[in-house]
Nanobody, 122 residues
Framework: QVQLVESGGGLVQPGGSLRLSCAAS????????MGWYRQAPGKQRELVAS???????TYADSVKGRFTISRDKVKNTVYLQMISLKPEDTAVYYC????????????????WGQGTQVTVSS
């Protein structure tokens, strides 16, 4: 059974920094891409950043230059370093594993974490 467990959220002042981590566990054969999405109250879930197994990264325009995504393929872990945080970054951040193939089924599907709250406020 695959699980994605996020950590690192919390309350931070504007201009501050946070680092989110997400570890995928279980009998994993491969993961095409891992990423972070966020959902603010009353808004749709949106892509924040993603990284493929080959290292190709994608960022939302609103976070370019402030957020950095990285991945440890051996540990099946993805990180999101966030600096210069703004109140509008406040949201629940969800980890996503795209086309994760398990050893049991050798079939791919997407998995989601439970979410971690990030609040940027003075």
């Amino acid at each position: 059974q695959v699980q994605l467990v996020e950590s690192g959220g919390g309350l931070v002042q504007p201009g501050g920094s946070l680092r989110l981590s997400c570890a995928a566990s279980g009998s994993i054969f491969s993961i095409y891409a891992m990423g972070w999405y966020r959902q603010a109250p009353g808004k749709q879930r949106e892509l924040v950043a993603s990284i493929t197994s080959g290292g190709r990264t994608t960022y939302a325009d609103s976070v370019k230059g402030r957020f950095t995504i990285s991945r440890d393929k051996v540990k099946n872990t993805v990180y999101l370093q966030m600096i210069s945080l703004k109140p509008e970054d406040t949201a629940v951040y969800y980890c996503n594993a795209q086309n994760l193939i398990t050893l049991a089924t050798m079939m791919g599907r997407d998995y989601w974490g439970q979410g971690t709250q990030v609040t940027v406020s003075s």
